[in-house]
């Protein structure tokens, strides 16, 4: 029997009128929208097309979005000034930092200079710290984590004692998935290109979420009966038979696995929508936390 498709945009979509109506309720109240200010560095075509989806995802909802688009040789210093003024515009909420930034810049110390209050992508180290310590509540976790955690729960997920075994160890999903599993009181093993023998850990795996960007690497037959597999990979493969000569594929061979697990998400239309999703909700809240302090 085949799995149940977890459908990242249907669980987008709803919670995007959640988020435009409330962004009314915002609007009506204080006389301006809820704002998201975004720093861009450099022109990484990938960076920018992000950046537009943000954007036009903002406005849909009824989000304010302030872009800050400087040349890749813009200095340290600079770039310190732009993520400063977003800091200080009272109508600002949230700031955005684009992920990656050119060599020269100093990336972790950007981050740091985001408000916490303001750090809607859950970057800042003291954010990343306080999801780390137990008991403790950041500010804002993680779009991408924390969409991977509703499409959980969507998926009917009791995380209580189960086995959760993630791939990838990135800063900016596996490490903080990992967390948040743990937090909802799952087991947790992370697993990376040094584990020995993977497939032994995914026996066992009640919980699978795959990031760690190998085009359909996990395979049906790895996987324990009626797990439910998470995959974030988006990786752009060959597909000479389609229009456009290529394709994006997950981290999991979704043919093989779609017989094993008892529910999975797509590649595309699984964890991508949920991220901007997550990102405009934790907007809305920077928005009601500051206006209401």
Known sequence: ???????????????????????????????????????????????????????RACERVGIASFGDVMPA????????????????????????????????????????A?????????????NVGLLAMKGREPYFTPATPTGCM??????????????????GRSNIVGLPVAMMLKEANATVTICHSRTKDIKAYLKDADVVVAAAGLPEYVQGDWLKQGAIVIDVGSNMVDAPDTEKGYKYVGDVDFASAKE?????????????????????SNTLKAAWKIAES
């Open 1 to 55: 029997m085949s799995a149940t498709i977890i459908d990242g945009r249907v669980v987008a979509d709803r919670m995007r009128e959640e988020i435009s109506a409330e962004a009314k309720k915002f609007d009506d109240k204080y006389g301006y929208r809820p704002g998201l200010g975004v720093v861009l560095v450099g022109d990484d075509p990938a960076s920018a097309m992000y950046v537009r989806m943000k954007k």
């Open 73 to 112: 040789s813009s200095t340290q210093e600079a770039v310190l000034k732009a993520v400063q003024t977003l800091n200080d515009d009272p109508k600002v909420h949230g700031i955005l930092v684009q992920l990656p930034m050119p060599d020269h810049i100093d990336e972790e110390l950007i981050l740091r």
């Open 114 to 126: 985001v408000s916490l209050e303001k750090d809607v992508d859950g970057f800042h180290p003291l």
């Open 150 to 167: 509703v499409l959980l729960e969507e998926a009917g997920a009791d995380l209580n004692g189960a086995n959760a075994v993630v791939i």
């Open 260 to 280: 094993v697990a008892s529910a999975i998400t797509k590649v595309p239309g699984g964890v991508g929508p949920m991220t901007i999703t997550m990102l405009l």
